[in-house]
C-alpha cells in the first residue's frame, strides 16, 4: 500500500486559519461505514446522532505554550525551540530552528529582554525570567535531548515567554491562547491540541450527558509527530512516532460497562482512538495503563474498542488519515473528502468535523 494512495487535492483557502466564534457551530460530516452515505450537518447536532448507553472517550490533554524564541549563547543568533516531550526532572526533548549547528554542550538563553527575542508576529518576548539550554544528545530526525537551567516553576516561565506551538499551516496569529485548547483540556503536556475536541461546548458536554450518554476521559499528551510528513513510499515501512498517555480504571470500568449493555464506544479523535486500541484486548475489553504508545494504525488494521470515531479532516499522506481509512474504508474517506471540499468545509486544525459511525 503506497502513502500515495492517501493524496486528496485541497484548495488552500479551505485550511481554516482561526477558529469560529461558536465553537459548536463547526459543520460535521456524518460519514456511514457501511453505505459510504454522506449526511451534512452542524456539529451541534451530535447531540441527535447519539444513543443513551453510548460512551463518548475524550482526551483531556492541555496544550502547553511550547514555542520558544530565544538566542545563542555564544553568537547571539536567532533560535527556535518547540517542546516536544519531558522525559525527566527538566529534561526535554525539542526540536530546534535553525538546528543544523546545535551540538551537544551548545548554550541557548531565552526570556533575558534581549531585544532579539521579539517574536515573530511582533509581541515582545515579557523577559522577567531567564531559561537556559544545553544541547545534551542528538536523537533520530533531528531532534536534541536539552536540559533546562532555571530559578523558579518551570511553568510559570513557560506562561510567561512561551507562545502556542501552532501547525505550520496555520499562519495567522491566534488571539485568544484557550481557543487551542478544548474545554475540558486538564493535564499539561501536549505540543498539539487534540482537535476533534475543540468542537465541544461545556453546554453541549452538560446536554449530551442529560441525553444518557456516558462521559469518560483519557490523556494522551500529543506531539508534533502527527504534523511530520511520511517519508517512505510503502505506508508499511513507517516508523511511527511514540507519545505518552494514561487511563484509568474509572474511564476502563465506565468503557466496558457500557459495551456490555451493548452501548457504542465512540472515540473523540485520533489520539483518543490510538490509546484504546492501545490497550484494548481481542474481546474490546480496556485495561488501565500508563506508558507510551507508537501503534500505527492503517487500512488492514482490525479495531477492537471503538464503534465509531468524531475528528477532524486531516493532511493529505498523512498517518492520520490512514488511520480514518482503516476505520471507514479508504474509498469511503476520498470520497467524503471530496464531497466535503465541493461543499466548501473549513479544514485541519481550526476546520470543521466528521462524525464516523
Given amino acids: 500500500m503506497k502513502v500515495s ?35 451534512h450537518k452542524h456539529f451541534l447536532d451530535l447531540l441527535s446522532c447519539l444513543k443513551r448507553e453510548d460512551c463518548l472517550v475524550l482526551n483531556d490533554t492541555r496544550v502547553i505554550p511550547a514555542r520558544l524564541i530565544g538566542k545563542r549563547g555564544d553568537t547571539g543568533g536567532k533560535i527556535e525551540f518547540v517542546l516536544l516531550k519531558k ?38 518576548n515579557s523577559g522577567n525570567e531567564v531559561l537556559k539550554a544545553e544541547i545534551l544528545e542528538i536523537l533520530d530526525d533531528g531532534i536534541r ?14 506562561d510567561r515567554i512561551g507562545t502556542m506551538p501552532l501547525p505550520p499551516y496555520i499562519t495567522k496569529k491566534l488571539n485568544d491562547k484557550e481557543r487551542y485548547q478544548t474545554v475540558y483540556s486538564k493535564y499539561k503536556g501536549s505540543a498539539a491540541a487534540p482537535t476533534a475536541g475543540l468542537h465541544f461546548t461545556n453546554e453541549l458536554l452538560r446536554q449530551i450527558k442529560n441525553k444518557g450518554v456516558n462521559i469518560a476521559y483519557l490523556t494522551l499528551h500529543v506531539g508534533l509527530g502527527t504534523f511530520r510528513p511520511v517519508k517512505v513510499d510503502d505506508v508499511a515501512g513507517h516508523k511511527m512516532h511514540s507519545e505518552y498517555f494514561t487511563i484509568s480504571k474509572e474511564t476502563c470500568d465506565l468503557i466496558n460497562s457500557t459495551r456490555k449493555n451493548s452501548g457504542r464506544i465512540i472515540a473523540v479523535g485520533t489520539t483518543s482512538c490510538r490509546v484504546l486500541e492501545s490497550v484494548a484486548d481481542e474481546n474490546g475489553t480496556v485495561k488501565p495503563f500508563e506508558g507510551n504508545t507508537d501503534i500505527f494504525i492503517y487500512p488492514g488494521y482490525k479495531f477492537k474498542a471503538i464503534d465509531a470515531l468524531i475528528t477532524n479532516f486531516h493532511l493529505p499522506e498523512s498517518t492520520l488519515i490512514m488511520l480514518v481509512s482503516a476505520f471507514a474504508g479508504r474509498e469511503n474517506v476520498l470520497n ?20 464516523i459511525e
Fill in 5 to 39: 494512495d492517501f493524496y486528496y487535492d485541497l484548495p488552500k483557502e479551505l485550511i481554516a486559519q482561526e477558529p469560529i466564534p461558536n465553537r459548536q457551530m463547526s459543520r460535521m460530516l456524518v460519514l456511514k461505514r457501511d453505505s459510504g452515505n454522506v449526511e
Fill in 87 to 124: 522525559r525527566d526532572a527538566d529534561k526535554w526533548e525539542v526540536i530546534l530552528k535553525p538546528g543544523r549547528r546545535a551540538k551537544p554542550g551548545s548554550i541557548f538563553v531565552f526570556g533575558d529582554d534581549s531585544p532579539n527575542l521579539d517574536l515573530e508576529d511582533g509581541s515582545p
Fill in 145 to 158: 535531548l536539552v536540559q533546562f537551567k532555571y530559578e523558579g516553576i518551570f511553568e510559570e516561565i513557560l
Fill in 336 to 355: 467524503a473528502y471530496k464531497k466535503a471540499i465541493d461543499e466548501r468545509y473549513r479544514f485541519f486544525s481550526f476546520g470543521d468535523s466528521m462524525f
